[in-house]
């Protein structure tokens, strides 16, 4: 079986879905990444690990070391620029037209025809402009790829009752599937490890804790019949 993660930068694969990638790889499943951008409008570190303009090479880097560590076989990424992030914590639309988006991710789902897609969910987490993009930009690029169909879609973030991380659930998508991560935790943890630039991010979010504490144990996802093979 072929699994097509999507994502909008790096480090929300392993955030968001890094249990689940390394669940299916390790079922013997063929896991692949696609990210739209490279993150190069996102932080360099604290301190510093890099030049902002050389953001986008180290991230990639960065996105290839933790997708070895979750057990996935490759990373694509898109050629489009993700936005410097603004004044208060500003975040930015894409600049890129849906057309163009949802072109580029039909042809990679065209090529690799993988039989689950999973993505964003609908509210893009907390909000963020250009996850909500990402999902609309995938469903939109299924639609192009119609009669053809996945055997299954699932978005990241699914509501439940009393979630580890709140900020992560999309309210509009309900929960199907509550995975228990403990299995895989210690790759998840690589994962985040690997994103290095992002840690300062990471433990702002999460203060007090340790690398080992960031991951919650369970990811959940929301199941979309529509866009499946009946």
Same mark, same amino acid.
């Given at each position: 079986?072929?699994?097509?993660?999507?994502?909008?930068?790096?480090?929300?694969?392993?955030?968001?879905?890094?249990?689940?990638?390394?669940?299916?790889?390790?079922?013997?499943?063929?896991?692949?990444?696609?990210?739209?951008?490279? +993150?190069?409008?996102?932080?360099?570190?604290?301190?510093?690990?890099?030049?902002?303009?050389?953001?986008?090479?180290?991230?990639?880097?960065?996105?290839?070391?933790? @997708?070895?560590?979750?057990?996935?076989?490759?990373?694509?990424?898109?050629?489009?620029?993700?936005?410097?992030? +603004?004044?208060?914590?500003?975040?930015?639309? @894409?600049?890129?037209?849906?057309?163009?988006?949802?072109?580029?991710?039909?042809?990679?789902?065209?090529?690799?025809?993988?039989?689950?897609?999973?993505?964003?969910?609908?509210?893009?987490?907390?909000?963020?402009?250009?996850?909500?993009?990402?999902?609309?930009?995938?469903?939109?690029?299924?639609?192009?790829?119609?009669?053809?169909?996945?055997?299954?879609?699932?978005?990241?973030?699914?509501?439940?009752?009393?979630?580890?991380?709140?900020?992560? @659930?999309?309210?509009?998508?309900?929960?199907?599937?509550?995975?228990?991560?403990?299995?895989?935790?210690?790759?998840?943890?690589?994962?985040?490890?690997?994103?290095?630039?992002?840690?300062?991010?990471?433990?702002?979010?999460?203060?007090?804790?340790? @690398?080992?504490?960031?991951?919650?144990?369970?990811?959940?996802?929301?199941?979309?019949?529509?866009?499946?093979?009946?």
């Amino acid at each position: 079986m072929r699994v097509l993660v999507i994502a909008a930068h790096p480090d929300d694969e392993t955030v968001f879905c890094g249990g689940m990638m390394a669940k299916y790889a390790s079922e013997g499943h063929e896991v692949f990444v696609l990210l739209t951008t490279r +993150g190069e409008g996102g932080e360099t570190g604290e301190p510093p690990l890099c030049a902002r303009d050389e953001l986008g090479q180290v991230r990639e880097r960065e996105a290839q070391a933790a @997708i070895a560590a979750l057990g996935a076989r490759e990373v694509l990424f898109l050629p489009f620029c993700d936005p410097v992030v +603004g004044p208060d914590d500003t975040l930015y639309h @894409i600049d890129a037209t849906p057309e163009e988006f949802s072109g580029a991710i039909a042809a990679i789902m065209a090529e690799l025809r993988p039989d689950v897609v999973i993505t964003h969910g609908s509210n893009g987490e907390y909000g963020h402009p250009q996850h909500i993009f990402t999902h609309q930009s995938v469903f939109a690029a299924l639609r192009q790829l119609e009669p053809w169909r996945p055997a299954e879609v699932l978005t990241w973030g699914g509501a439940y009752p009393d979630p580890e991380k709140p900020r992560h @659930i999309n309210q509009d998508d309900p929960a199907d599937i509550v995975l228990d991560v403990t299995p895989w935790l210690r790759q998840k943890i690589a994962a985040m490890d690997a994103h290095r630039t992002q840690h300062g991010l990471f433990f702002r979010k999460n203060p007090g804790k340790t @690398i080992d504490e960031l991951p919650g144990r369970k990811e959940s996802f929301h199941r979309w019949p529509e866009l499946q093979r009946s």
